[in-house]
């Protein structure tokens, strides 16, 4: 696809090739242009996802919608569209599923008998405050059941829509049920609309950080990903910035792109940074052994070489200016009303 045809708002500029489809039929361009969003209701049967990759700290995650409308070029989620036979690339932007029956699942998890409550993580995909939550209002829904639970919730997006639901948030805040964190790979509002197009601005989610510690909800940011060459450099800027609006702390991702990630992002920055496109990609190759993607457990967070190391450098260095006497409360799972209370309410 040309720079002059090339879509704005959208990270995927066409539809990658699905690895399950024995068949393929490849649109015209224009086909892309003229298509629009549209969304499904779907009915699963579970909303509550165990997490077992031995590399991730949360036990359990929960994404009330399927695909994403953010557009971001080098989201980790967009393989997952294929197992419902779509295609990672324009289609995972634009068939967006969603799952309405998403509360009254959660209840019905929360009422298993053995059931023993931890901080559930939302969302750990798909972002729960894309555009499509100002409409359907799921992650809403979830939050009053967690709050009518008393269960521990932690959210992750890039999306100040979380500012809505601050009537809730501040009553979970204050029985320890809840923290936010946003993930900010830039505060560069320049690479923001290119990189992440549908997401809040930079600075709507530092005044979102701002907000959300004023009424004593802690905040935490994910700097993620970081590409060396285009975004690398701003890292400790990005620390100092959300240390002054209240974080109290940080994690960070190296880029890595997967499967059908990796030809997305590579179309992605070919059109929107050509003159550096190439060093991106080489410096990513240089801290994944000559690959663009890492799926190793552990290995897959570290990175190797020189450039990684840096990296590696710069955020113990930031931790140290910038974060050295903060930390995210650990949440509360004491005064889950569980089974038992769920029952009274039925006389």
């Known amino acids: 696809m040309s720079n002059e045809n090339f879509i704005k708002g959208q990270g995927a500029q066409r539809n990658e090739i699905n690895r399950f489809d024995r068949y393929t039929f490849e649109p015209e361009e224009e086909d892309f242009v003229k298509e629009k969003t549209s969304f499904t209701e779907v009915f699963p049967k579970t909303i509550v996802n165990a997490v077992k990759s031995p590399d991730l ?31 990672a690339g324009t289609d995972f932007e634009r068939k967006i599923m969603v799952k309405k029956n998403a509360p009254e699942l959660l209840e019905k ?72 964190s946003f993930s ?17 601005s930079a600075r709507n989610k530092i005044k979102a950080i701002e907000i959300l510690s004023e009424n004593k909800i802690p905040v935490g940011v994910m700097v993620a990903p970081v590409i060396p060459g285009l975004t690398s450099d701003e890292s400790l800027n990005i620390l100092k910035t959300v240390s002054d609006a209240g974080a109290k702390s940080f994690g960070y991702v190296l880029v890595r792109l997967n499967d059908c990630v990796e030809p997305v992002f590579v179309n992605w920055i070919n059109a929107h940074f050509p003159d550096r496109a190439q060093k991106v990609l080489n410096l990513i190759r240089s801290m994944r052994g000559g690959n663009l ?21 710069t955020f113990a260095l930031g931790k140290r200016k910038f974060f050295s006497d903060r930390e995210m409360p650990r949440l509360s799972a004491e005064n889950f009303t569980g089974t038992k209370e769920q029952q009274l309410r039925l006389f």
């Open 293 to 313: 993607g890492d799926k190793r457990y552990h290995e897959r967070y570290k990175g190797e070489g020189n450039i990684a190391e840096m990296i590696h450098n």
């Open 109 to 180: 998890f929360f009422q298993k008998r053995n059931y023993i409550p931890k901080t559930i993580m939302l969302s750990g995909n798909t972002d729960c405050y894309q555009p499509a939550e100002r409409e359907f209002e799921i992650t809403r829904k979830i939050l009053k059941v967690c709050l009518d639970y008393r269960h521990p919730v932690s959210i992750l997006t890039k999306n100040a829509l979380v500012l809505r639901d601050l009537d809730l948030l501040i009553p979970m805040a204050k029985q320890n049920l809840v923290s936010v």
């Open 184 to 200: 900010i790979p830039t505060i560069s509002e320049e690479i923001r609309r290119k990189m992440e197009p549908r997401t809040s």
């Open 57 to 87: 700290r949360m036990e359990y995650s929960m994404n009330p919608y399927q695909g994403c409308e953010h557009g971001c070029s080098y989201c980790f989620a967009r393989p997952t569209h294929e197992y419902w036979g779509f295609s």
